[in-house]
């Protein structure tokens, strides 16, 4: 199956739509969390989270092993309680609502939780009972288009037919809130596009949100609106895609005489290199990095956008920015 | 074999690196099975807890209630309750062979060395419960040859375990027909049922049983290393060629396409039972079968010297102490008993996934209450039949068959309620379980007896059967409050009222016409009657508290 290119149209269109903040919560908005902590024990997976996600978004949810990205799905759910702060979904409280609020969300697990012993036709035909919305033709042919043989059982799958299987039923229903936890974890090259296909086509065809965990931010950068950072249970970066991408710039510099310590240069994120050539990580300020640079012998040679795993990788290890 | 100064540097390596091994071994089986060895111990003694407890309520107080429990705890056909508690106690410690196929260490030493821990798991378990026993109740258990038995027992189920690891199916069979065979084993030594002393049981280990058990565990060694190392390297026995080849030769085009479900809580009342519900009834056919058999193949004289009827009770008596462990497993979601994806986020609240669980949990009592009793009128039969037994009905009158039929419902009553009340237990997840553990144990089992310890001077002034009555007004109180809870969580509904109501009233009413009328001094009975809707409560705040965390 062939790759699809993000459509345009639907960037730019969510581009100027999407005037949520880190620190402002949307009435309109289809998730609301407000100041949203949790700890298990003395870890705090989750610490004063504020964020809204607005309808017909891609949002991306990364951070590293830890980070809170599973968790906060979970509040979403209902499966985790807001002991401090709070979560709407559809302007519902996802625990005293599970109704409401499930039944309009298309959920892919982390680890493909799906009854084993059921069959893929009955896994759908189940399923189709608690969504009113279930398109039965749309189904048939997702199933065809996953390859998935109606009478196999689930757990006689491969994984990658799993996390198709799971897709299936997630999509199914056609709904509003599509949520995908690490959708592309452990699988291979094509079933990975197949899954992009999937949330690319729900999202540029008819308008649904998606918020989608992952590792994997190659993917990430290709399909998502708008991009959260977690790290350690905070928000460590919240803004639109193209506004990362554009606010960051990776700088090769190089010194008229070697360094012998890194340069202490203001608003570097990461430092790389050694000698008379270091390459730098900032974000923003770059008149001041020039000047900083010029005043201690080095000269701008390259100027790039940086992908989205370099300014990961950056602002994981860096202290929190303000 | 070398003699080289070489060739024993070798050896004694390898043999270090295999102490080293099997030190490691043991050390995973202890590490991951130590919790439930004791909690398991532990709740052992709510079985005579329970027995305690109910006669503590009686005229005569902790002295005949120690008596009584005493006097059950001696019959033989309680160690086998005991063995079967404590042997699947030790089963999680056993799963999960597979993590093992990697590990460089040869089958015969992975097989051996849990094999080992094992008995001897088995072995300190009922020692200690024997030991505690007979300080308590002067039950006069033996220790080391029915000890050594349950050793040699856990050794045969962990090797049927690992050699059946990749078939479920296979795995029921091959548990049946051990129980088949054991019991007409022990059968030869005497009445199985027969109400022996503990005594008695293997009083005396001499040579002959000390070469019967050894045989024995080397044939549980050898079965178990065949089978780990045949299904180690792929080539286990499979049945799925059975479900193949069976659908090569019928044709199912036939079959009508299954119609959609009518509402999301039928197709979730449809997973539940194909899910769990199915599992009490094809358990009670199986073992009604297992009955069946024994009561065909042991020897006349060996089955009772009592009415045909008592061994139908005794397998009844089994299948009851099986309905907690059912009512567990009919409530737990996964191994953690936490509510996983799937089933997490259900687009159902919280009641309405509670309700399916009740209503698979009764279909599945009801059918295997009929199933059960079906096989064991005809093990009665069988067996009287053997026996030349003549089992005179006498004359039936209307009083008899409205006793009957009132202390039927009410027992059914009383069970769906115990078995309901475990499965919404379950349901709540760990945390509620150990509160609930620790508040039964502690009110039912401990209190009592620690009050009657204390000094004279510090000993509660309330008697035994205050204390008792005490117990079951506070039950009452919990069982109001959560119906209250539920309600304002709007867990429950009108209907689930209305059904808690009709279930009090028509307990009552069977109470009444099976000869406990409205007299003060049954008030007891009716506060137990209105415990029985309790389920109705307690499953939905299970579900909520543990769904949403």
Not at chain 1, 161 to 184: F, T, V
Not at chain 1, 272 to 298: F, K, P, S
Not at chain 2, 27 to 43: I, N, P, Q, S, T
Not at chain 2, 87 to 94: E, K, V, Y
Request: net charge positive; proline share 5%; glycine share 8%.
């Amino acid at each position: 199956m062939s790759q699809t290119a993000r459509p345009e149209n639907a960037m730019s269109n969510t581009a100027t739509s999407n005037t949520a903040t880190s620190n402002t919560v949307q009435s309109n908005a289809i998730v609301e969390i407000d100041h949203l902590s949790r700890s298990f024990g003395s870890k705090k997976a989750l610490d004063d989270v504020t964020h809204s996600i607005e309808p017909g978004l891609v949002f991306g949810l990364v951070g590293e092993n830890g980070a809170g990205k599973t968790t906060l799905i979970k509040h979403i759910l209902g499966m985790l309680k807001a002991t401090h702060g709070s979560v709407r979904v559809f302007g519902l409280d996802p625990v005293r609502d599970p109704v409401g609020v499930l039944g309009r969300i298309g959920y892919l697990s982390e680890d493909r939780d799906l009854p084993d012993w059921m069959t893929v036709a009955q896994l759908m035909r189940y399923n189709q009972a608690f969504y009113p919305g279930w398109d039965e033709r749309f189904a048939d042919q997702l199933r065809d288009q996953f390859e998935l043989d109606p009478q196999q059982q689930i757990k006689r799958l491969s994984r990658g037919q799993r996390a198709r299987a799971g897709l299936l039923i997630a999509l199914a229903h056609r709904p509003d809130l599509l949520i995908l936890d690490e959708p592309s974890s452990g699988l291979d090259p094509v079933v990975r596009n197949d899954i992009l296909s999937a949330i690319i086509r729900s999202v540029a065809d008819e308008g649904r949100t998606v918020v989608f965990s992952s590792h994997l931010l190659d993917e990430v950068e290709r399909v998502a609106d708008h991009v959260m950072l977690l790290h350690k249970g905070r928000v460590a970066l919240s803004a639109p895609l193209h506004e990362i991408l554009s606010g960051h710039r990776r700088l090769v510099l190089r010194f008229e005489a070697p360094q012998s310590a890194r340069p202490e240069l203001p608003g570097v994120l990461s430092y790389q290199g050694e000698g008379r050539e270091w390459t730098v990580l900032c974000n923003g300020g770059l008149e001041e990095l020039r000047v900083a640079a010029a005043h201690a012998g080095a000269q701008v040679v390259e100027e790039e956008t940086p992908t989205l795993d370099e300014i990961f990788l950056a602002r994981a290890r860096a202290p929190r920015s303000a | 074999m070398s003699h080289a100064p070489g060739g024993d540097q070798a050896m004694n390596r390898a043999s270090g690196q295999t102490l080293r091994k099997a030190t490691a071994l043991a050390w995973e089986f202890w590490a991951h099975g130590w919790r439930g060895f004791l909690w398991g111990m532990a709740g052992i003694f709510t079985i005579p807890g329970l027995i305690f407890a109910i006669e503590m309520g009686r005229p005569g107080g902790v002295p005949r209630a120690l008596h009584v429990t005493g006097s059950l705890l001696c019959l033989v056909p309680f160690y086998w309750v005991i063995v079967l508690a404590l042997g699947a106690l030790i089963r999680p410690s056993l799963e999960n062979p597979r993590l093992r196929y990697t590990l460089p260490a040869s089958s015969p030493l992975l097989v051996v060395v849990t094999m080992a821990c094992a008995m001897v798991a088995m072995f300190v378990q009922y020692a200690i419960v024997a030991m505690i026993l007979n300080a308590l109740f002067d039950t006069r258990w033996t220790i080391v040859g029915p000890g050594l038995l349950a050793a040699v027992l856990i050794a045969w189920c962990q090797a049927v375990l690992l050699s059946t690891s990749n078939s479920p199916g296979l795995r029921w069979f091959a548990i049946l027909a051990s129980v088949v065979a054991l019991v007409l084993t022990v059968a030869r030594w005497g009445p199985v049922i027969r109400p022996e002393k503990m005594a008695d049981f293997l009083p005396g280990v001499g040579g002959r049983e000390m070469l019967s058990f050894g045989l024995a565990t080397l044939a549980c060694v050898g079965l178990g290393i065949l089978g780990f190392a045949k299904l180690r390297h792929g080539s286990g026995i499979d049945l799925r060629w059975i479900g193949d080849w069976l659908s090569e030769r019928l044709d199912f085009r036939w079959a009508p396409r299954a119609k959609p479900f009518s509402s999301a809580r039928a197709a979730q009342f449809w997973l539940e039972c194909q899910e769990r519900g199915y599992v009490l009834p094809v358990v009670a056919t199986m073992f009604g079968t297992a009955a069946v058999v024994l009561a065909l193949c042991v020897p006349a004289r060996h089955i009772t010297n009592g009415k045909p009827t008592d061994f139908a009770v005794f397998a009844t008596i089994l299948m009851f102490s099986a309905l907690v462990a059912i009512g567990f497993y009919w409530g737990s979601r996964s191994p953690n008993l936490d509510f996983r994806a799937f089933n997490g986020s259900r687009p159902l609240s919280d009641g309405q996934l509670a309700t399916a669980v009740l209503k698979s949990a009764t279909l599945g009592l009801i059918l295997s209450a009929l199933i059960w009793t079906a096989f064991m009128v005809l093990v009665a039969w069988i067996v009287a039949m053997r026996q030349k037994y003549s089992m005179p009905l006498g004359a039936v009158n209307r009083t008899d068959v409205v006793d009957y039929l009132c202390g039927t419902t009410l027992g059914a009553l009383a069970v769906w309620s115990a078995v309901s009340f475990i499965t919404s237990l379950a349901l709540g997840g760990k945390k509620v379980l150990g509160v609930a553990f620790g508040l039964f144990f502690g009110c039912y089992v401990l209190l009592p007896s620690m009050s009657q310890s204390l000094p004279y001077a510090f000993q509660p002034d309330i008697s035994a059967e205050a204390y008792f009555k005490g117990c079951l007004v506070l039950w009452l109180v919990l069982c109001a409050a959560a119906f209250v809870a539920g309600w304002r969580w709007h867990l429950i509904s009108v209907p689930t009222l209305c059904l808690a109501a009709t279930l009090i009233v028509t307990a009552v009413a069977a109470a009444h016409f099976a000869g406990m009328p409205f007299e003060r001094r049954y008030w007891p009975h009716v506060v137990f009657c209105c415990l029985i809707p309790l389920p109705l409560a307690a499953a939905p705040l299970a579900v909520c508290v543990n769904r949403h965390r």
